[in-house]
């Protein structure tokens, strides 16, 4: 074990990446704790920088380089929170949750749950949780693994007597979501740059996916949320009917009525890739 | 004449580092570059359009790896699941060579998303070396590591760069991706002789260059990736050059990225270098 080199790491690391900056960040107790010693001891100055201004490179591209990568894909949490304060909150995000993953794109996973969990002082902090939420969902739809989608033939093709007892496996990339807010109308909005104020709170569902390289966001009503998030989590179709036919307000025969043409949208949507019978 | 690397590894000829801003043009023209270079982890947690593109130019183009999150210098354990994504990856898109940088990215679990340096001493030339065997006898394969641009100097370390690199090198058995642009950064930042950084380099075990532009702050330069490439950089090229007498040569080009001809312009200078030089055509690969 390299347990000197494993100090200077956990040195190098706690100085670079302090919020406060390299002088701080040296005389924090994490620092201290991995070596008890001054930046002048560990780095040597050159001809024209001093050792912190040295180590102060690595300080200052540090939080310019994560902040340029969430700054890119949270464009309507930033419109809503003005760009000094949106900055402001990714330093801080940053900060308080780095990076555990090699890639990049797994940066923002964390940021809805940190403004909704860790920063509710903040006005309006659950729309923009909800926001950082729908936000970061069309990135991992981007992302997700692809899946050749079943075809309403396909679908058709499940025996009458099957169809009850039958799960349906979903696209990787689908993702749903049952808001506080209006949150994809707000968006829809923002996106044709007519963003409003901060709705009132009024639920709404909204599912995420990728069909041919484009990500969607779609509105569901209620029972429709219910029946697809019920076939997300595994359920037969038979349990997932019961469950779209137990949401508040919902008629029986209207949900019978129409539940095939649901079927036939989100066969065409791509959102089923495979039948588990 | 080239100089073989001891792997016979193919002298590639010219190529760029794939982009996405370039995706559309390439697929679009099937423009006459003899390689590209992907970063491993712009590719490894994606299974949308990039991975898709990446497929089609895999078929058309000899595709070189090459990740900046091995962490090959940390001291936190060995990621086996990045290792394996990562040897998944060159399998799916018949990977040339795969390779990092002489560096460490994080510890205790973290990633900085940064190069970071080492010192160079004894320690860490052991703890290199151990890694480096483990992480080839998983992967089959040498390690092709780059020297990384460097902004300090550590109080602890006792070699120059360059009879480290040597040292890993030969201990390790790995290969070497040599950034003459870094050894140009480097050698500003921390005032050592280029020149006598190329005189003690293993060449045998080099199989890839870098080219990269960068930029200067006046009291130290800052590994960029941006504009052309400086005439003292394609000096140092050049010397590489007479030195191998040619290897698979890159051009990194990372921000204001401009169109795929101008960069592509930029790589085939490096063509001319060459020819005058070696006094022979470049190879196709």
Known sequence: MAERLERLERWVQEVITHPDGVGAGAASRPAEEALATTVESVVLPSATLSASERIGIYAGMYYLRLIEVLDGDFPGLKAVLGSDAFLALLHEYVAAHPSRHYSLNMLGAQLAAYVREERAELPHAAFLAELAELERALQEAFDAPAAEPLSTDELLAIPADRWAATHLVTSPSLRLFEFEHPINAWYVAFKEGDAGPVPEPVPSWTAVYRRKFRVWRADLTHARFELLSAIHDGATLGDALERAAATPGTDPDELAASVGAWFQDWAGDGLFVAVDP | ?285
Request: proline share 5%.
């Open chain 2, 1 to 285: 004449m080239a100089t073989p690397n001891r792997w016979n590894l193919p002298d590639l000829g010219f190529g760029l580092g794939l982009r996405t801003d370039h995706f559309g043009h390439i697929l679009e023209h099937r423009p006459d570059v003899d390689w590209f270079e992907i970063v491993s982890e712009n590719f490894m947690n994606t299974g949308g359009r990039p991975m898709w593109v990446l497929d089609q130019i895999a078929e058309r183009y000899p595709i070189v790896m090459h990740g900046v999150s091995m962490s090959i210098g940390s001291t936190d354990p060995i990621d086996w699941e990045y290792m394996r994504e990562l040897k998944a990856l060159a399998k799916r898109v018949d990977a040339v060579w795969m390779g990092d940088h002489v560096c460490w990215t994080g510890v205790a679990g973290r990633n900085n998303h940064d190069l970071l340096p080492l010192p160079y001493n004894e320690e860490s030339l052991a703890h290199m070396v151990e890694r480096v065997r483990a992480v080839q006898d998983f992967l089959g394969r040498p390690l092709v590591l780059e020297n990384a641009s460097t902004y300090l100097t550590f109080s602890e370390t006792t070699m120059p760069e360059e009879e480290f690199m040597a040292r890993l090198g030969e201990e390790a058995d790995c290969a070497f991706l040599l950034d003459v642009n870094n050894i140009y950064v480097s050698a500003r930042n921390h005032g050592f002789d280029p020149q006598k950084y190329l005189e003690h380099f293993p060449y045998d075990r080099v199989v890839q260059i870098h080219l990269a532009g960068h930029t200067d702050h006046g009291t130290h330069c800052i590994d960029t990736h941006i504009g052309p490439v400086i005439d003292a950089v394609w000096e140092l090229y050049a010397d590489v050059m007479r030195r191998t007498g040619g290897r698979a040569t890159l051009l990194e080009w990372d921000q204001d990225i401009p169109s795929f001809e101008v960069t592509h312009a930029e790589v085939l200078k490096a063509r001319q270098y060459r020819t005058d030089i070696v006094l022979e055509p470049a190879s196709d690969g």
